[in-house]
């Protein structure tokens, strides 16, 4: 939390000097005194204070200086620091102006100068300001504020990189919201700038990249060491918990993940059926305890980066990143997992991020307020996101191709739907098309059996539908199925005479979650025929850490 400031103002410079001395000698421990030797500078520094989000508590200004005085400076004020007190330092000449200005401008005290000795003359009005100022500002934490429009998908896409990362944010809709244009204005930003991130005393970022953003907020973009024991390429549960094992059995460990940790299961808005939490929990929940256990026992975690290749180089083998750098590792864990997997509908490429979404992260729902939301699936993600999202819009329309929700959802949330008033199931249907004017405005559905089509208004789908692997990186050595996920262990030896690809090259037996290049291991959704729960997906991270030292052993 940064501390709020104090700003100084006097074009005379042994003046300036000593009144920033003495309020830096008093308040020093708690304020940032910050002197300006113009109203011009005072202004510029104001601003950069308003983008950093960084309080302004008091401002003593002169009264007597070129081109404005304090009065008209102060009133200026207003704009970049609307809540802090006022304090003009002036000659006993201008008292009737400091009284007149109590009225015009809410001046909030007028001190005559010279003030020595401060603690009598200054201190004493210093600090009744600041215990006010105090009390009617009493929570000044610092928050990354993102500036953009309602619809831009890049303002999405940053929104759902902070979630992911648990990195605290307040959203202005610049169509919406008086204060983000008010900071929008004081930044400068065109439309292009658009999203606009104001980072708490760092620079504003303009329509940021994720990998950007992730080096302003200070999270680890690179690798710390060259080599490592083992290199984890994704951070869902499977990922997390391989690290947590692998750091703790002493593995110099890294992972690699290219949004937020977490995975699928962490946009889960409840996981109930986790063993050891008869409440259930939300996935963000399970993914910050993951990751503060990962960070305790010394794993690396590299963000934003996106892995696009590997390289065997002898005994070792190469991650290559997106754009530049890479890391090696004596062993590989892929733990990718899976993406839900694009739905075919006539124009909804075209409003994706700007109200079609893939998932939904459980800060999406309050976006949701009053709204008719669609949410496309069978399956639990679907039914958890159903669930949550219904407690603040109006009504939720589960889109279902099947004929019940039974065979796929699990009992206790089809309960659930059945009696929460404002879910609708509509099973036998589909979406068809997707219509809008720069963002989603409606959807056609088409009933399976008849094909009749209906027409409705929304403006948010959410799509929970299969699920497609992230392996095109892995290059033709690894063998796949013909859907891209992972073949290890003993199918590598039954199964590649049926889907082809390269051949199991040891004497050896593969081990279980071996896949067909030597200590390149897979775990969780992105295996093939894994169970695709989280609980299966946290056993197989953690089996694969046990076989990685069996592999180990051998070379």
């Not at 510029?44 to 200004?61: E, P």
């Not at 994720?210 to 080096?215: F, H, I, N, P, R």
């Not at 063993?275 to 399970?286: H, I, V």
């Not at 206790?412 to 739907?417: G, H, P, T």
């Amino acid at each position: 939390m940064s501390k709020p400031a104090i700003l100084t103002v006097d074009d005379d410079p042994m003046v300036s000097a000593a009144i920033s001395r003495d309020l830096r000698n008093r308040y020093g421990d708690d304020y940032l005194v910050v002197g300006a030797r113009s109203a011009a500078q005072a202004l510029a520094i104001l601003t950069k204070l308003a983008l950093r989000n960084q309080a302004v508590a008091l401002i003593a200004s002169d009264q007597r200086m070129p081109g404005m005085t304090g009065v008209e400076l102060l009133e200026q004020a207003r704009v970049h620091a609307p809540g802090a007190k006022y304090l003009l330092l002036t000659a006993y000449a201008d008292t009737d102006v400091a009284i007149k200005a109590i009225n015009d401008i809410g001046l909030d005290y007028y001190l005559l100068k010279p003030w020595d000795p401060p603690e009598e003359r200054l201190y004493p009005i210093v600090d009744d300001l600041l215990g006010d100022w105090r009390q009617a500002n009493p929570d000044q934490s610092s928050e990354v504020r993102v500036i953009g429009h309602r619809w831009s998908d890049r303002s999405y896409d940053l929104k759902t990189f902070l979630a992911r990362n648990h990195v605290p944010y307040r959203w202005f809709d610049i169509e919406r919201d008086a204060e983000a244009q008010r900071l929008s204005t004081l930044a400068e930003a065109t439309p292009a700038d658009l999203p606009l991130v104001l980072i708490p005393e760092g620079e504003s970022l303009r329509s940021p990249s994720t990998l950007d953003l992730a080096g302003a907020l200070g999270l680890r973009t690179r690798a710390e060491q060259p080599l490592y024991d083992v290199c984890i390429v994704g951070g869902g549960p499977a990922g997390l918990a391989a690290a947590v094992y692998a750091a703790s059995e002493g593995l110099s460990t890294v992972v690699v993940e290219r949004e937020g940790p977490g995975g699928q299961a962490g946009q889960s808005a409840a996981i109930e059926n986790y063993l050891g939490f008869p409440k259930g929990l939300t996935g963000a929940d399970l993914t910050q305890r993951a990751v503060a256990q990962v960070s305790r026992f010394g794993a690396e975690m590299v963000l934003a980066r996106n892995v696009v290749g590997f390289e065997n180089r002898g005994p070792v083998h190469a991650v290559l990143f997106d754009g530049a750098g890479e890391l090696e590792a004596r062993a590989l864990i892929v733990a990718t997992g899976v993406s839900y997997r694009r739905l075919e509908a006539a124009g909804l490429d075209e409003f994706r991020g700007r109200g079609v979404y893939y998932g939904a992260t459980a800060s999406d729902a309050n976006l949701c307020q009053d709204d008719d939301v669609y949410v496309v699936g069978a399956a639990n993600s679907a039914g958890q996101a159903a669930l949550n999202l219904a407690r603040f819009a109006k009504r939720v329309v589960l889109v279902v191709r099947a004929t019940t929700l039974e065979a796929t959802m699990a009992r206790y949330l089809v309960d659930r739907i059945a009696s929460a008033p404002n879910i609708e199931v509509r099973c036998r249907t589909e979406v068809a098309a997707c219509r809008g004017d720069g963002h989603l405005e409606g959807l056609v559905l088409a009933d399976r059996a008849s094909g009749a089509t209906e027409e409705v208004s929304s403006s948010w789908l959410f799509i929970f539908v299969g699920a497609s692997p992230h392996t095109e990186w892995l290059g033709d050595g690894v063998a796949r199925d013909a859907k891209g996920f992972v073949i290890t262990g003993q199918d590598l030896l039954v199964d590649l005479d049926r889907v082809g690809g390269p051949r199991w090259p040891l004497a050896r037996p593969p081990f279980a979650l071996e896949t067909s290049v030597p200590g390149v291991f897979a775990a969780g959704d992105v295996r093939l025929d894994s169970m695709k729960r989280v609980a299966s997906a946290v056993g197989e991270g953690a089996m694969s850490v046990y076989l990685v030292h069996r592999y180990l052993a051998t070379i």
